[in-house]
Every structure is written in C-alpha cells, then in structure tokens.
C-alpha cells in the first residue's frame, strides 16, 4: 500500500509539474492574438473576462501572464490604448469631446476628461488646442459639424 501511495504522489508530482511548465510557456503568439483582440475591440467595454472567455482560460491566469509579458495590467493597458485612440481624434478630427468619449466606451464624458487629464497632463479640448498651434495650417483638418 505505502508503494502504490508513493507511486501515485510521484505520477501526480510529475503531471502537476507539466501543467505549472505548460503555463508558464505562454507564447508570444498567443499573447499577439490578445493584443489584437484589444486593438480590434478597444472602443467597446472589454474586460477581463471577456478576453479571458475569449482564449479559454480563467481571468485570473490572464491578468497574470498580461502582466508579465507587457509589464502592465490589463485595465492600465486597455485606458492607455482608449487614450492614445482620443489623442489621435483630438488631433486629426474636429469630433467634439464628448462623442470621443462615448466613441471609446467611457461613460461620463466628465470621467473620461478626468483620465485623459490624469494620463497626458492636460483636458482633451488643451491638448487639442496644442496640437493645433504646432502642427502647420495645410495639415489642419476642415472644420466637420457633429451631432450629439
């Protein structure tokens, strides 16, 4: 009996083993189809377990391996994607703040201020203000009316 018990704690220790090498091999390829998920669906509300769902493996194990391969968490990863997309409207597009705001899923257009002024230093309306001095008069875009 103690040898079948030894045995089995051995075979159990072994396969255990392969699961915790299994994981800790997450490719580089699997981690691109995340970011493309992310770059594909960052206007929506993704989350966690969304994405998670998506690849078939639990939240948890995906904000681990998130981490580890981009060096930030996944939420911290999806505000800068939103931010750097408002940055690029702001700049090239006479679309009015609050439709940005609501173009990246952020609920409140006053909350969505408060973050784009927490990550670049500044409220979206200066920052659009700021790229327009810098960037020449024949790089401007017309003027386009928007509807709320």
Same mark, same amino acid.
């Given at each position: 009996?103690?040898?079948?018990?030894?045995?089995?704690?051995?075979?159990?220790?072994?396969?255990?083993? &392969? $699961?915790?090498? &299994?994981?800790? &091999? %997450?490719?580089?390829?699997?981690?691109?189809? $995340?970011?493309?998920?992310?770059?594909?669906?960052?206007?929506?509300?993704?989350?966690?377990?969304?994405? +998670?769902?998506?690849?078939?493996?639990?939240?948890?194990?995906?904000?681990?391996? %998130?981490?580890?391969?981009?060096?930030?968490?996944?939420?911290?990863? $999806?505000?800068?994607?939103?931010?750097?997309?408002?940055?690029?409207?702001?700049?090239?597009?006479?679309?009015?703040?609050?439709?940005?705001?609501?173009?990246?899923? %952020?609920?409140?257009?006053?909350?969505?201020? *408060?973050?784009? *002024?927490?990550?670049? &230093?500044?409220?979206?309306?200066?920052?659009?203000?700021?790229? *327009?001095? +810098?960037?020449?008069? +024949?790089?401007?875009? *017309?003027?386009?009316?928007?509807?709320?």
């Amino acid at each position: 009996l103690y040898l079948l018990q030894s045995w089995i704690f051995k075979v159990l220790d072994h396969v255990f083993n &392969g $699961i915790v090498q &299994g994981q800790q &091999g %997450f490719s580089e390829n699997e981690i691109n189809v $995340i970011l493309n998920y992310l770059e594909k669906n960052y206007h929506k509300k993704v989350t966690l377990e969304e994405v +998670a769902d998506y690849l078939k493996i639990s939240p948890f194990y995906l904000s681990k391996i %998130f981490k580890k391969h981009t060096g930030v968490n996944f939420i911290d990863y $999806i505000t800068n994607l939103k931010i750097e997309k408002a940055k690029e409207l702001l700049e090239f597009t006479e679309m009015p703040v609050v439709n940005i705001a609501i173009e990246l899923s %952020f609920n409140e257009p006053n909350y969505f201020t *408060r973050v784009f *002024r927490k990550n670049v &230093g500044m409220t979206p309306s200066k920052y659009r203000e700021t790229m *327009r001095e +810098a960037v020449p008069e +024949a790089a401007k875009v *017309r003027e386009i009316k928007w509807y709320v």
